[in-house]
């Protein structure tokens, strides 16, 4: 059995910050990652149009000047190929390959009392302890497909989005099916759609989408941009959602239509999400208000949708602008404006079966070559849910977690000692420009754990108390939320997951904005973590089985 001090579980963009922050401490730790290889999300979305929605330069790390000086992003909004290259250039330039451990699925990760230790058990068979177990899973990284039935019975290529193949697919002439308009569906239609045979949607309900309007980064651009990084990271910490852009504070009813519209018609021709989130903080709360820009977005839908029968069924109907993500396109109304592209709608011809030729809906049978499932995530909870995580008297998490989710801060579940969320559930990073909630999570959780080590604690379990107090201020702000109506991951939707069907609201992200995230848990953390119950339990560290020394510079 191998005992390390920190068992991180997951190897995408938190997982690699938070053994950046572990190596500099000298903590001796292991990165478990499922995957081939790091990356996660840029790791296996490897599918034609994956890219951020973030600005490039935002959704780097921040926290090394060095890597901000040397590194060109070469888009706006970079692409797949490209992010996963970053993320291989970050772990080379600090050395971070050596503690990731890959093709290493943890199956069980349980606490074991008596001895203050945490279990991990891994596809392979192996048994790991680690005192502190920090789980980096991803928020997005448990791919659902359809509860329809034959599946496996399509002799075409058929594949999730996510599981897209290494090796690039040739779609030329192909004909191919596309299940799912979310941010991800819209993505590869956009992208797909000049490049095969023919290209049929499979929508069961639009979503409110704008054009990305994305663009290279010259030289000199970049040149600008590393000039001004203190600034732009500076704009993101400030802003409610971790990006540059920052809600225009005048009051939605204070101004003329006229110059609302002005707004929005500059907003949907800039890059990203401004028209989202550089918008009137009552299009969120407002119902009229939201009505408003909603009835702007759908003209803007009309003016690009040659078809008006089509325009109008890309247009949502059962919740307003911004109420749910708002997936950032590329080509993507246009690409119905082609001969080659076909809109099924399945909420009028519901989808039967998918049989060995293609699939069949209410209405009649469609053959394809290849079949894309576009059909999103068991968001935020799944990954947690996957892994079978047992904290104190045996209580699995997912069991805690099946109602309702609560935990301290998005960072700590009480019952669940020795255990940390960076961006988990709940955290400042759901709902935010993830690097920037990320690296909030990764430092808070990095200096609590320094904390820790300098007191010579051993033992560290969030109160219920607290928990309690987290959770219904969470579940207090999406009170004020229109987005609470909403079908969509944000509140835990997902019909293809047995109990997450509509109407089943899960208070999953955290919506009070990153800078009052980050001003309660500095706050915490001044308070000397006084919500946390801090001791020393089980065997000492020292009495453990097979243990290396452990090495700590500076703790
Ligand atoms: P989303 O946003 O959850 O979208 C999934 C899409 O798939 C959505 O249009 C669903 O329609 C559709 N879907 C799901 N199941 C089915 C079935 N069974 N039949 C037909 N259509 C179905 O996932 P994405 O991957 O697009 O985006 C997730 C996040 O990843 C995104 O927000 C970014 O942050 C990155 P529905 O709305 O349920 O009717």
Not at 206 to 231: F, G, K, T
Request: hydrophobic share 35%.
């Amino acid at each position: 059995m191998t005992h390390y001090e920190a068992i991180v579980i997951g190897a995408g963009v938190a997982g690699i910050y938070q053994i950046k922050r572990l190596a500099d401490l000298g903590i001796e730790a292991t990165v478990l990652e499922a995957g081939g290889d790091l990356g996660g999300t840029w790791y296996w979305n490897r599918y034609p149009g994956a890219r951020f929605d973030s600005e490039s330069y935002t959704y780097g790390y921040s926290f090394s000047r060095d890597l901000l000086d040397e590194w060109h992003w070469k888009e706006h909004f970079s692409g797949q190929p490209e992010n996963l290259r970053y993320l291989n250039h970050v772990a080379a330039k600090f050395g971070l390959r050596k503690y990731m451990q890959f093709n290493c699925r943890v199956d069980a990760a349980h606490y074991d009392e008596a001895q203050n230790l945490w279990r991990v058990r891994v596809g392979d068979g192996r048994e790991l302890t680690c005192r502190f177990l920090i789980l980096t899973l991803g928020l997005l990284s448990m791919p659902t497909l359809p509860r329809v039935e034959g599946i496996e019975s399509f002799k075409g290529r058929s594949f999730h989005t996510f599981h897209w193949p290494q090796e690039p697919v040739d779609m030329t002439g192909k004909r191919v099916a596309v299940i799912g308009t979310g941010a991800t569906g819209i993505q590869v239609i956009g992208e797909i759609a000049d490049k095969v045979g023919d290209l049929t949607v499979f929508q069961r309900r639009p979503n409110w989408s704008a054009p990305l309007n994305n663009a290279p980064i010259s030289e000199a651009e970049m040149a600008d941009i590393r000039r001004r990084y203190d600034e732009i990271f500076a704009a993101c910490a400030r802003s409610p959602g971790g990006f540059v852009h920052e809600p225009d504070r005048r009051g939605f009813y204070e101004v003329s239509r006229e110059e609302r519209l002005a707004l929005w018609d500059k907003l949907y021709d800039e890059p990203g999400f401004g028209i989202w989130l550089a918008n009137f903080r009552e299009i969120f709360m407002d119902e009229k208000a939201n009505a408003e820009i909603s009835e702007y977005i759908a003209d803007r839908i009309r003016r690009r949708v040659k078809d008006p029968k089509i325009a109008e069924k890309l247009i949502p109907r059962d919740h307003g602008f911004g109420v749910q993500r708002v997936p950032m396109e590329t080509r993507y109304f246009e690409a119905y404006n082609q001969p080659n592209v076909h809109l099924v709608d399945i909420s009028e011809t519901p989808l039967v079966r998918i049989t060995e030729t293609g699939l069949r809906t209410t209405e009649r049978d469609y053959e394809f070559d290849i079949i894309v499932y576009a059909t999103g995530f068991d968001a935020i909870t799944g990954a947690f849910d996957k892994i079978d995580i047992r904290g104190v008297g045996g209580e699995a998490l997912a069991d805690k977690w099946r109602t309702t989710i609560s935990t301290y801060l998005g960072m700590m579940v009480h019952g669940f000692p020795n255990m940390l969320m960076p961006a988990g559930p709940q955290s400042g990073s759901a709902s935010t420009n993830y690097p920037r909630g990320i690296e909030t999570g990764v430092n808070w959780c990095t200096d609590f754990l320094e904390h820790v080590w300098a007191k010579g604690y051993t033992r560290f379990e969030a109160t219920e108390a607290a928990e309690k107090r987290w959770t219904d201020h969470v579940t207090g702000m999406y009170a004020m939320m229109l987005m609470r109506k909403a079908k969509s991951w944000f509140t835990g939707y997902n019909s293809n997951v047995p109990g997450h069907e509509q109407g089943t609201i899960r208070y999953l992200v955290y919506n009070g904005g990153a800078p009052k995230y980050v001003g309660i848990i500095n706050a915490a953390a001044a308070n000397g973590y006084t919500d946390v119950v801090l001791g020393t339990g089980g065997a000492s560290s020292q009495a453990l089985p097979d243990r290396e020394p452990l090495a700590r510079s500076s703790s």
